[in-house]
Nanobody, 116 residues
Framework: QVQLMESGGGLVQPGGSLRLSCEAS????????VAWYRQAPGKLRDFVAQ??????????NVADSLEGRFTISRDSAKNTVYLQMNNLKPEDTATYYC???????WGQGTQVTVSS
């Protein structure tokens, strides 16, 4: 099965930006759909954004509450999907995961902490 590894998290101040990376062990195009999720301690995992290849086009969906601040993209040559996060808020603090929808395999994620 395809392995995905998240990276790029860290500590940022409110209003700052981060770009998270999700690198796949196989062609990112072959996965078809890759999604980002996040989970804060004691809370359920929430959907963040997804990108889907359909007919040669990238179809992008971002959670309504995050639209305008978060964007998702992919670089097939690098087998990587990115999550660009702008104007970060303390409530964005969470562990961020990438996965193929429907997969039961989850990695370690990457921690994002937004604090002054």
């Amino acid at each position: 099965q395809v392995q995905l590894m998240e990276s790029g998290g860290g500590l940022v101040q409110p209003g700052g930006s981060l770009r998270l990376s999700c690198e796949a062990s196989e062609s990112i195009v072959s996965i078809a759909t890759v999604a980002w999720y996040r989970q804060a301690p004691g809370k359920l995992r929430d959907f963040v954004a997804q990108i889907q290849v359909k007919g040669g086009a990238n179809l992008i969906n971002v959670a309504d509450s995050l639209e305008g601040r978060f964007t998702i993209s992919r670089d097939s040559a690098k087998n990587t999907v990115y999550l660009q996060m702008n104007n970060l808020k303390p409530e964005d603090t969470a562990t961020y995961y990438c996965n193929a929808p429907g997969s039961n395999s989850w990695g370690q994620g990457t921690q994002v902490t937004v604090s002054s």
